[in-house]
């Protein structure tokens, strides 16, 4: 299926913004049905007042290379997590299935 460009309106302030195909298979690729109901700038306010950007760094281990690395989330413990390069690795050996966490801060839509 062929994705273009859409332009949706933020429910907060009204304005317009562009979802483009690479987000829509971004939200895809998650399983989100849902079109995102805010502008970009709006959803960077509501997750500053949820304090999602304070999240502390955690300093993990890597479980490949015994690296310290630093991950924006709370590690799961039921999943080994990996430094950067350990992960791109990991991820490739699994063939782009999720083998794990890492410390790669993937920009969320
Ligand atoms: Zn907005
Ligand atoms: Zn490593």
Do not use: H, W
């Given at each position: 299926?062929?994705?273009?460009?859409?332009?949706?309106?933020?429910?907060?302030?009204?304005?317009?913004?562009?979802?483009?195909?690479?987000?829509?298979?971004?939200?895809?690729?998650?399983?989100?049905?849902?079109?995102?109901?805010?502008?970009?700038?709006?959803?960077?306010?509501?997750r500053r007042e949820r304090g999602d950007d304070q999240r502390a760094l955690?300093?993990?281990?890597?479980?490949?290379?015994?690296?310290?690395?630093?991950?924006p989330f709370?590690?799961?413990?039921?999943?080994?997590?990996?430094?950067?390069?350990?992960?791109?690795?990991?991820?490739?050996?699994?063939?782009?299935?999720?083998?794990?966490?890492?410390?790669?801060?993937?920009?969320?839509?």
């Amino acid at each position: 299926m062929a994705l273009e460009d859409r332009t949706l309106s933020c429910r907060d302030c009204g304005g317009e913004f562009a979802f483009t195909a690479g987000e829509q298979r971004f939200y895809m690729e998650r399983g989100l049905l849902n079109d995102p109901q805010r502008c970009p700038t709006c959803r960077a306010t509501k997750r500053r007042e949820r304090g999602d950007d304070q999240r502390a760094l955690t300093t993990v281990v890597c479980a490949s290379c015994g690296a310290q690395t630093t991950v924006p989330f709370v590690p799961r413990l039921d999943k080994p997590v990996y430094c950067n390069s350990c992960f791109v690795k990991a991820r490739a050996a699994t063939n782009g299935t999720e083998p794990g966490q890492s410390g790669t801060i993937t920009a969320t839509p």
